[in-house]
């Protein structure tokens, strides 16, 4: 059975950055980042696909945020730049064997991680 660990939350200021990592993917499993803030839903944050070969953001962090993964440690990345208040929720990571593309969104993955919080402070 697959387990997803998320680490590298934490506590920045705004402007700052975080790099998240999600171990345990497996080979050949499409990967996505999700992200909650309270009392709001889970929205779907980046997306890449099994090889790499494809990458899709939230229009809310596109060209703040990057993701990535490296197979040979069954890892997955999210780099956040230039973080905002606003970017400050419990962050998870999920994936899935099926591709099902964009939107991004949480029907469409069947494992997830516990979550690693993030909070920016202004």
């Known amino acids: 059975q697959i387990q997803l660990v998320e680490s590298g939350g934490g506590e920045v200021e705004e402007g700052g950055s975080l790099r998240l990592s999600c171990v345990g993917s497996g080979f050949g499993m499409h990967m996505a980042w999700f992200r909650q803030a309270p009392g709001k839903g889970r929205e779907g944050v980046a997306l890449i696909s099994a090889y790499s070969e494809r990458t899709d953001y939230a229009d809310s962090v596109k060209g703040r945020f990057t993701i990535s993964r490296d197979d040979k440690s069954n890892t997955a990345y999210l780099q956040m730049n230039s973080l905002r208040p606003e970017d400050t929720a419990m962050y998870y990571c999920?994936?899935?064997?099926?591709?099902?593309?964009?939107?991004?969104?949480?029907?469409?993955?069947?494992?997830w991680g516990q979550g690693t919080q993030v909070t920016v402070s202004s």
């Open positions: 999920a994936a899935d064997y099926t591709w099902r593309g964009p939107p991004i969104t949480s029907s469409k993955f069947r494992v």
